[in-house]
Nanobody
Framework: QVQMVESGGGVVQAGGSLRLSCVASGRTLINVDMGWYRQAPGKEREFVAM??????????EYAHSAKDRFTISRDNAGNATYLEMNSLKPEDTAIYYCNIPVPGPVPVDCWGQGTQVAVSS
């Protein structure tokens, strides 16, 4: 079973930056995708970014809203992922969740507890 601890959320003014962290434990995750989703009040949870393993190393994908402003990264051990968020906008206000789709005979979608990001105008 995978446990995840998220941190780094907070309140920031528009144009500011935050760095979210997600540290996982419980199994080796070096070749497992890790990602970030967010859920704003009254809205459905949406994809933000993910980092996946390939033979060439880690690659990344971003939602259109995150491209050019957010950067997802991974530590060398593969058990932590970070989301650097720059040029934040009020519409980025949401609870941000770390996600790990753990493969196996019975795949399990693991979620962190969430960290609140609030961007004031």
């Amino acid at each position: 079973q995978v446990q995840m601890v998220e941190s780094g959320g907070g309140v920031v003014q528009a144009g500011g930056s935050l760095r979210l962290s997600c540290v996982a434990s419980g199994r080796t995750l070096i070749n497992v995708d890790m990602g970030w989703y967010r859920q704003a009040p009254g809205k459905e949870r949406e994809f933000v970014a993910m980092t996946g393993w390939s033979l060439r190393g880690y690659n990344s994908e971003y939602a259109h809203s995150a491209k050019d402003r957010f950067t997802i990264s991974r530590d060398n051990a593969g058990n932590a992922t970070y989301l650097e968020m720059n040029s934040l906008k009020p519409e980025d206000t949401a609870i941000y969740y770390c996600n790990i789709p753990v493969p196996g005979p019975v795949p399990v979608d693991c979620w962190g507890q969430g960290t609140q990001v609030a961007v004031s105008s």
